[in-house]
């Protein structure tokens, strides 16, 4: 294999195989950031002199080429090339001539592989962002359009109190709300230039490294140059916390939804087509989307806490086993942007039943409502309360908050749950600005 770094030998072919592993696949991912990075780079070598205007126009006439090639698919990474920095440089080269091998001058791998990723990961957390608002808006929707539609709530896996189709939308477009704080902050963490911090200890090159973090789009640079350094693994473990945060929130939603869609539920219900049957059983509509997201989502959970054991024993400067984060994390962001859309997708599709507390099991969900009844009409809340429960023991309990109605024909109102984020006052306005606020970067 043809390195630039190779000072005359060569790694064994096996030594070659397990240190490089999946990394020329992944690299694919970087190469226009690559590009991008090295574009910002030779416009300020030329400003500190170290190109010539005519040299810089070149060298970017020739990675402009490089970038159309990407964006149609025709770059490749060659079988004999290291990496797609290598790549890059090589082509350059051939191209070029002696020209080419200028652009690395005040710049080592370390610092080019912390620029790409960082380009990288701020795309993909942008990304996530818009998906993530997409079925906030989502929930919402659903929240307002059924908001009148009571559901039982459990707690322990018991039937407590009422909850509505309302509230529980709700509740998870707020919990995507806190989310995007985590997001806003990997995105903080990631959103500053490590270019110029070289192998970690700087260079002696008059490097411009605030005009390469005002090319780049960057909001500040990684100041300290053994700082930039230490900030590999810190990245990928800030966007892996953010996206984990997520992946918990969609994981107790599709749970809920596995349970709803259950007979002895019923509470929710989707196209035949989004649903899988039994190779023996002609009656099954499984959940098995919403049951191969809940599996994602756990797997997407674990990525944190490996990437935080795989850099816990590394002192600072660079160190090969970072190579390794790209195999953990990029998978991970993959099957996030699936579970968004995917998730997002089934919503638009929901059924959900009306009627439901019509049934005899819902008779208790409303002693809680009950008893705030009696203690609103004078009687003292203990008396209350004991009262409900000897009538719940000796089967005699019936709610008389609504008359002429059915449970099932309750709605929030009926029930004056008023305080905010209650039945009746689900706030989904003062959410949205939660959301607005959060996702503004």
């Not at 159309?68 to 079988?79: H, M, N, Q, Y």
């Not at 024993?313 to 968004?340: I, S, T, W």
Request: charge should be negative; charged fraction near 25%.
């Amino acid at each position: 294999m043809s390195t630039l770094w190779s000072k005359g030998t060569q790694a064994t072919e096996l030594v070659d195989d397990f240190t490089v592993g999946n990394d020329r696949i992944l690299d694919m991912r970087l190469a226009r950031y690559d590009v991008l990075g090295s574009k910002a780079h030779i416009k300020m070598l030329e400003s500190i002199g170290l190109l010539t205007a005519e040299e810089l126009e070149i060298l970017t006439d020739g990675l402009d080429g490089i970038l159309e090639e990407i964006a149609k698919g025709d770059f490749v990474l060659e079988d004999d090339v290291e990496d797609i920095h290598s790549q890059v440089e090589l082509l350059l080269t051939r191209r070029l001539g002696d020209i080419g091998k200028k652009i690395h001058s005040g710049r080592s791998r370390n610092d080019q592989v912390l620029v790409d990723l960082k380009l990288y990961l701020k795309d993909e957390v942008l990304k996530l962002r818009e998906e993530v608002i997409t079925l906030f808006t989502t929930l919402q929707t659903l929240s307002e359009k059924h908001k009148d539609v009571l559901l039982p709530g459990y707690t322990h896996g018991q039937v407590a109190m009422p909850s509505s189709f309302g509230l529980w939308f709700g509740a998870y477009a707020e919990a995507l709300a806190d989310d995007m704080y985590m997001l806003r902050g990997a995105y903080g963490v990631t959103d500053q230039n490590p270019l110029g911090s070289a192998a970690g200890y700087g260079s002696s090159f008059p490097l411009d490294r605030q005009m390469t973090t005002d090319l780049l789009g960057f909001a500040s640079l990684d100041h300290n140059v053994v700082a930039a350094q230490l900030s590999r693994g810190k990245a990928e473990r800030a966007v892996a916390s953010a996206i984990g945060a997520i992946a918990l929130t969609l994981n107790k939603f599709t749970s809920d939804c596995c349970m709803y869609m259950s007979p002895n539920y019923g509470f929710i219900k989707f196209p035949d087509e989004l649903t899988t049957g039994s190779s023996i059983m002609p009656h099954k509509k499984n959940p098995d989307v919403w049951e191969i997201m809940r599996g994602n989502c756990n797997r997407i959970m674990s990525v944190e806490n490996e990437i935080s054991l795989m850099c816990s024993n590394m002192p600072h400067g660079y160190h090969r086993d970072f190579q390794l984060l790209k195999d953990v994390l990029f998978p991970a962001l993959e099957n996030m942007h699936k579970c968004l859309y995917m998730a997002d997708y089934m919503l638009q599709h929901i059924i959900i039943k009306e009627g439901i507390l019509d049934a005899p099991i819902y008779e208790y969900l409303f002693t809680v409502e009950e008893v705030n009844r009696r203690t609103l009409e004078g009687m003292p809340f203990r008396d209350a309360y004991r009262t409900v429960g000897i009538e719940v023991n000796e089967g005699r309990f019936r709610y008389q908050g609504a008359e002429g109605k059915t449970n099932g024909q309750l709605t929030p109102e009926d029930l004056r749950h008023t305080s905010i984020g209650s039945l009746g006052n689900l706030c989904n306005d003062r959410v949205k600005v939660k959301m607005d606020i959060a996702s503004a970067f």
